[in-house]
């Protein structure tokens, strides 16, 4: 699609795919109507989305469960982070919030982060997390995890996450990253993998 650039982060499939990127239109850009059959979740990271059903500026959190339909696009541009294909089948729960609008409740378990819910159900738990700065952060696994930085940074075993960096942690397994001077902001997922 004309316009439409995708950051390819994981894909499963060919055309219809379980797929995992960051995509950017560019300004006056527009994506053909279409159905998702796998459901789509993303997150606006810059400027600002619009589809026929709102206009989502940075930090709205849209859950299209399975069979919803729209036609994406955006008239200043803008960047977001998308999972396709990757809801349960029977899972019709919209949301379409902004993560603004959430206070941090404090982690009782782990000193340094807060807390902002998204979504959660028997399956899966999706949130954003605040990591103060100069933190070391358990990032506890068990049943798989995925992370977006959405500000700030951390260390986690040799490498450097920033914002619009990525990190899937299979199940069974945890991670301690490490925050700066400026502390982080993380989309996480848990549960699903």
Wanted: glycine share 10%; aromatic share 8%.
């Amino acid at each position: 699609m004309a316009g439409v650039e995708r950051r390819m982060l994981d894909r499963i499939g060919d055309e219809v795919a379980r797929a995992t990127s960051i995509v950017r239109y560019a300004p006056n850009s527009k994506f053909s109507a279409h159905i998702h059959g796998g459901g789509e979740e993303f997150i606006v990271l810059e400027g600002v989305f619009q589809d026929e059903h709102g206009d989502y500026p940075p930090g709205s959190y849209v859950r299209n469960p399975p069979q919803s339909k729209h036609t994406p696009g955006s008239e200043e541009g803008c960047v977001i982070f998308v999972k396709l294909w990757q809801f349960d089948q029977s899972d019709r729960t919209e949301i379409k919030i902004n993560i603004q609008d959430i206070p941090g409740v404090a982690d009782l378990h782990r000193l340094g982060v807060s807390i902002q819910p998204l979504f959660k159900d028997e399956r899966e738990e999706v949130r954003i997390e605040s990591w103060l700065a100069n933190t070391e952060v358990i990032i506890d696994a068990s049943n798989g995890a995925e992370l977006l930085v959405l500000e700030g940074s951390f260390i986690e075993g040799e490498d450097n996450f920033r914002p619009q960096s990525w990190l899937r942690l299979p199940a069974n397994s945890m991670a301690i990253a490490y925050t700066g001077d400026k502390g982080a902001k993380v989309w996480l997922k848990t549960g699903h993998l």
